[in-house]
């Protein structure tokens, strides 16, 4: 089940709004963003336009316990993990 992506108050996002970048996980140093391309009547994610970006703050490898905190949050985001991609980073 894809997570409604409804305001925070519960009220529909702004009829105007086609899509939405939200903050789901940080720990200062890293931040783990999603990305939806186009929302649908009822607040979810329309079936392909979902992604999601890790930032860092360092040039330093992921952690397995970070890691593992990502892909809890691909599963409750209906990320499947197969489709995410490592990119190195390059200063």
């Not at 970070?66 to 990119?87: G, P, Q, S, T, W």
Request: with cysteine; proline share 7%; net charge negative.
């Amino acid at each position: 089940m894809q997570p409604n992506l409804l305001s925070g108050n519960g009220k529909p996002l702004d009829p105007f709004v086609a899509g939405i970048i939200r903050v789901v996980f940080t720990d200062y140093n890293n931040a783990l963003l999603y990305e939806c391309g186009m929302l649908t009547a009822n607040g979810t994610c329309e079936s392909g336009q979902a992604s999601v970006e890790a930032w860092s703050r360092t040039p330093e490898p992921v952690s397995q316990h970070l890691k593992n905190a990502y892909i809890k949050r691909f599963a409750e985001l209906c990320i499947d993990r197969e489709n995410v991609e490592d990119v190195p980073h390059n200063g």
